[in-house]
């Protein structure tokens, strides 16, 4: 199971907006409801920020979003702020057989 | 408040196993799917596998079939994960995380991670 794409790099400046794409499937991203985006800071656990697509979990601030179209699913930052830089993961459930894979990541840089 | 704290890093040589342990803390373990996921230096995430909550059943990714273990311990709250045969690519970090409830397909909590180097 090849892991979902990701750019490798996305920049802006503050208060710009950004967007990470996730190209995945039929099989996983496009086949199921269930993906999630993850904020990585160096030398940390993953931090969920999204999940079913377009959920934000509790104290997740509101500028984060998620969408979905088709097989590619989207993580917008709006109003970038510096401690926004960060390494962001999408993940895709991929059903009983596969279950689960990650993107490959992309590097947020705040100019 | 919810935590997974995990053991410290390790250095192994080819060939060797490696047990590493997740100790949760603030929920029900038996309530819950728990996974690991590693990521080598510089890499993405990966999935290895998951136990479920009533730990009657585990599944791995197929990568790790016939060499990755998980297992648990309900009276101390513990989560463990063996990985067998290791080679210089399974120098990564590993981490143990949470699925959220009711199956939800995501992982809403993370151990803080356990590296271990692969080295002869």
């Known amino acids: 199971q090849s892991a979902l794409t990701q750019p490798r790099s996305v920049s802006g400046s503050p208060g710009q907006s950004v967007t990470i794409s996730c190209t995945g499937t039929?099989?996983?991203?496009?086949?199921?409801?269930?993906v999630s985006w993850y904020q990585q800071l160096p030398g940390k656990a993953p931090k969920l920020i999204i999940y079913?697509?377009?959920k934000r979990p509790s104290g997740v601030p509101d500028r984060f979003s998620g969408s979905k179209s088709g097989n590619t699913a989207s993580l917008t930052i709006s109003g970038l702020q510096a401690e926004d830089e960060a390494d962001y993961y999408c993940?895709?459930?991929?059903?009983?057989?596969?279950?689960?894979?990650f993107g490959t990541g992309a590097k947020v840089t705040v100019l | 408040q919810v935590q997974l704290v995990q053991s410290g890093a390790e250095l192994k040589k080819p060939g060797a196993s490696v047990q590493f342990s997740c100790k949760t803390s603030?929920?029900?373990?038996?309530?819950?799917?728990m996974h690991w996921v590693r990521q080598a230096p510089g890499q993405g995430l990966e999935w290895m596998g998951l136990?479920?909550?009533?730990?009657?059943?585990?599944i791995y990714a197929q990568k790790f079939q016939g060499r990755v273990t998980i297992s648990r311990d309900t009276f101390t709250s513990t989560l463990f994960m063996e990985l067998s045969s290791l080679r210089s690519e399974d120098t990564a970090l590993y981490f143990c995380?949470?699925?959220?409830?009711?199956?939800?397909?995501?992982?809403?909590?993370w151990g803080q991670g356990a590296l271990v180097t692969v080295s002869s």
């Open positions: 039929s099989s996983d991203v496009g086949g199921y409801n269930y």
């Open positions: 603030g929920y029900t373990l038996t309530h819950y799917y």
């Open positions: 136990i479920s909550p009533g730990g009657d059943f585990t």
């Open positions: 995380a949470r699925e959220g409830a009711s199956a939800s397909k995501y992982f809403d909590y």
């Open positions: 079913d697509v377009n």
């Open positions: 993940c895709s459930y991929a059903g009983t057989y596969i279950h689960y894979v």
